[in-house]
């Protein structure tokens, strides 16, 4: 059974767990139960609507392409998804949800996440709080170090088994562990490499002064992003 979060303020998302704007060591892969990407508590969520708005960024025809088309019009969004060779299910489903919430909100600009207030997800498992014993510290019956050490003990091997519980809990219900954090610039290299058609040589060449790569480093980092993010690289 799944739970249902709603957070509605930046303290929400930092104290509640399985919401959209992640940093954990797993994620939920899949879309969301209505049909909408971004709103799956996620790392691929987030990283995706990143490579979008970094997209946007670099090459601002995405979206002025984007407005051209009606949002009554749904076989108009694949020639455009084809042309900035964007066409993975999540990609689209955001293409649309900016267009209907450009038509509700005239005169709006970027995307339509860049804009929530509120967030929606589906976490697959209850989580329970990290609950240790009580403590009491009698002074005539044992010295104060032997006691705080006795606590640490106990309050570290609760807290030992409380993570492998919850880890434990999140394979079974069929989360995908984190990778490691991306580097911005491999954001901008898959944005110049799908978007904007250039070659990893390039890209490389034409890399921030802190590269010191070549063509096989940045096809290694597009690639493996790519990958995370379910994006069908061009050929």
Not at 65 to 71: D, F, G, K, Q
Not at 117 to 143: D, M, S
Request: charged share 30%; proline share 6%.
């Amino acid at each position: 059974m799944t739970r249902e979060v709603r957070p509605t303020a930046r303290e929400d998302r930092a104290s509640s767990p399985g919401l959209a704007w992640p940093e954990g060591d797993f994620y939920v892969p899949g879309f969301a139960s209505d049909d909408r990407t971004g709103l799956v508590p996620g790392a691929p969520d987030t990283d995706r609507r990143f490579f979008l708005a970094r997209a946007s960024t670099l090459e601002p025809e995405l979206l002025a392409t984007l407005r051209n088309i009606s949002v009554k019009d749904r076989r108009a969004l694949l020639p455009w998804a084809k042309r900035w060779h964007l066409t993975d299910g999540w990609c689209v489903l955001l293409a649309r949800d900016t267009l209907r919430w450009w038509t509700n909100n005239p005169g709006a600009k970027g995307w339509e996440f860049e804009h929530h207030g509120i967030f929606a997800g589906f976490f697959p498992f209850k989580i329970e709080p990290l609950r240790v014993q009580l403590f009491y510290h009698n002074p005539t019956w044992r010295r104060r170090r032997d006691f705080e050490k006795y606590v640490l003990e106990q309050v570290r091997q609760a807290l030992k088994d409380y993570c492998d519980r919850i880890e434990s809990s999140a394979v079974a219900a069929g989360l995908k562990r984190a990778p490691r954090r991306r580097e911005l610039e491999h954001f901008d290299w898959i944005v110049r490499y799908q978007i904007k058609s250039e070659s990893f040589t390039s890209i490389a060449q034409n890399a921030s002064y802190k590269f010191k790569g070549g063509r096989q480093t940045v096809r290694k980092a597009v690639v493996e992003l790519a990958k995370y993010l379910e994006l069908t690289l061009r050929p």
